[in-house]
């Protein structure tokens, strides 16, 4: 579930023209929606300020002849949103936008004849273990733009929404992973908050939005999407595209304790606390090796990388698979009551955490790597059976092939497919701004 994703990614972007279109639904003045944007003095000032030509230069840099569309900037903002139990909390996001000058904005009305606008795509990232990986913290610390934003805004020209998550940015809570509720609620309320920003601040969006994530990203994405047909016709969703994402838990569950090796320990642990966390008949104690519940109740706090974590838990440095076995972090009995309790507390849980239970009448592809070692294909087979089976005549599953990794330096399928997937959404994205199909 990581958010690593190559750099070349925007070099693999088919090339947008955006003076042949842009996002043309008039959402009838309803843009405004909700109230929970924090302003501060700092909410207007940019903290990524990208000319058009540096943006060029890395592109010239990677080859492959792309074009970049305009410079981009990006703020962080704040807004009000609600934790695992209900509570209100502020959380924050980064928002990046094309630097639209008024010599494009001519340009642009002379040769289509009518005035550009903004769609939206709210992308949501993968799983990070560190306060400094979320994206207001990047932005902040390198004061340079986010390569998916890059790709998205600079290139494709779309504003570009990135929640930092509860946990992540500026709250100050435990981060609810693979949460269903919280997720969607943190990913929405950036919606509205980023649509009362572009407002506020005279940004030309016409009201279409669009979700992408990936891994845990992807599971947010759909969660979002099920919060915003159910609850949110405020929101005008264009299309929606989730990926590789673990949306049916229970069987996740199911296959990590049937198998002899665990693919990436950390994962596991770090849902296992969040529903601790989260739930009073879920407790890490009955869940979690007596050995190793005091590393997972200290090892997720934001300040631990990927590889603290998988080195400080079972794993098979030694050479030695059955070292990173199941049974070296859960115990033995829990394992058997999952498996064989349909209503055991944790299992009921990853059941009503699943976002799969719902129709989705707005274009879906669901985008996945065949031979995904860290999240099974299968999830994304899943959720499309279950959303066909539904009535759902909009969901497109996307197998992806071909794509492979050096084990030697540390790549996984599931970490280099995600250049692979975006660089299908994006275009994807832009046909249907423009209306074509």
């Not at 842009?22 to 990524?48: A, H, M, R, W």
């Not at 990794?405 to 399928?413: G, M, S, Y």
Request: charged share 15%; net charge negative.
């Amino acid at each position: 579930m990581v958010k690593g994703v190559k750099l070349t990614l925007v070099s693999g972007v088919i090339a947008l023209t955006l003076l042949s279109g842009c996002g043309g639904y008039d959402n009838e003045n309803n843009n405004v929606v909700g109230s929970n944007l924090i302003l501060t003095q700092d909410t207007f000032k940019p903290v990524v300020d990208v000319p058009k030509a540096a943006i060029q230069a890395g592109l010239d840099a990677q080859g492959g002849g792309q074009q970049a569309l305009l410079g981009v900037k990006s703020y962080k903002i704040d807004y009000k949103t609600k934790d695992a139990h209900g509570k209100e909390i502020i959380a924050s996001g980064l928002i990046t936008v094309p630097a639209i000058s008024k010599q494009f904005m001519d340009a642009y009305k002379q040769q289509t004849g009518s005035d550009f606008s903004l769609s939206i795509v709210s992308d949501q990232h993968g799983t990070i273990f560190t306060k400094a990986e979320a994206p207001t913290a990047e932005a902040l610390a390198t004061h340079r733009p986010n390569v998916l934003a890059t790709a998205f805004s600079g290139v494709a020209g779309f504003m570009t929404v990135q929640p930092d998550y509860p946990g992540y940015g500026d709250s100050n809570v435990s981060h609810p992973f693979i949460l269903e509720k919280p997720l969607a609620n943190s990913t929405v309320d950036m919606i509205e908050a980023a649509i009362a920003f572009a407002n506020k601040a005279g940004l030309p969006i016409n009201g279409q939005v669009f979700l992408s994530g990936y891994s845990e990203g992807g599971y947010a994405t759909m969660a979002a999407a099920k919060e915003i047909q159910e609850h949110h016709p405020e929101i005008h969703l264009m299309a929606v595209a989730p990926m590789a994402g673990p949306y049916d838990l229970e069987k996740i569950g199911l296959g990590v304790f049937s198998q002899p090796v665990m693919a990436f320990p950390p994962y596991l642990a770090y849902v296992i606390k969040a529903y601790s966390d989260t739930y009073e008949d879920v407790n890490l104690s009955d869940i979690i090796v007596d050995q190793y519940v005091p590393v997972v109740n200290t090892i997720f706090d934001g300040e631990h990388n990927a590889t603290v974590a998988y080195v400080s838990l079972p794993n098979m440095l030694s050479g030695n698979p059955a070292d990173q076995a199941p049974d070296k972090l859960f115990k033995a009995a829990f394992m058997s009551d999952y498996q064989n309790d349909p209503n055991d507390p944790l299992r009921k849980h990853f059941v009503e955490n699943s976002p799969i239970d719902w129709k989705p009448a707005v274009p879906m592809k669901l985008l996945h790597c065949t031979n995904d070692e860290i999240i099974p294909y299968a999830m994304s087979q899943l959720a499309y059976q279950s959303f066909i089976q539904q009535g759902s005549t909009t969901v497109e599953l996307v197998p992806i092939d071909g794509v492979t990794a050096d084990p030697a330096k540390h790549e996984t399928v599931h970490g280099d497919c995600a250049q692979a997937a975006y660089s299908q959404v994006i275009p994807w994205f832009d046909k249907i701004r423009k209306g074509e199909k």
